[in-house]
């Protein structure tokens, strides 16, 4: 069994800045890619970044170089530090990872619980 737990939402105000924390737990064998994505309120779930194992990664367009994904492989753990936040940013934010497990034979997707994330102009 494999569980994601995310960390780190909360309230801010447009400008300040938040780092979330997912950190995956469980019979992991090796994990490839490791990301976020968010959904808010009436709108679908969007990619915010994601990390493959060796570092290369990818954003959304409307992160805009406010974002930085990073990860410690030795911890599973990915983080997401968001700067100069702004209201459109309010959303859930979910983590996502792609994981081998030892028990099972190839690799699925696994998601986190989601942690809010609210920001007041």
């Known amino acids: 069994q494999v569980q994601l737990v995310e960390s780190g939402g909360g309230l801010v105000q447009a400008g300040e800045s938040l780092r979330l924390s997912c950190a995956a737990s469980?019979?992991?064998?090796?994990?490839?890619?490791m990301g976020w994505y968010r959904q808010a309120p009436g709108k679908q779930r969007e990619l915010v970044a994601r990390?493959?194992?060796?570092?290369?990664?990818d954003y959304g367009d409307f992160v805009k170089g406010r974002f930085t994904i990073s990860r410690d492989n030795a911890k599973n753990t990915v983080y997401l530090q968001m700067n100069n936040l702004a209201p459109e940013d309010t959303a859930v934010y979910y983590c996502?990872?792609?994981?081998?497990?030892?028990?099972?034979?190839?690799?699925?997707?696994?998601w986190g619980q989601g942690t809010q994330v609210t920001v007041s102009s």
């Open positions: 990390i493959l194992s060796g570092g290369t990664t």
């Open positions: 469980g019979s992991i064998f090796s994990i490839n890619v």
């Open positions: 996502n990872a792609n994981i081998r497990t030892r028990t099972l034979p190839g690799s699925s997707i696994y």
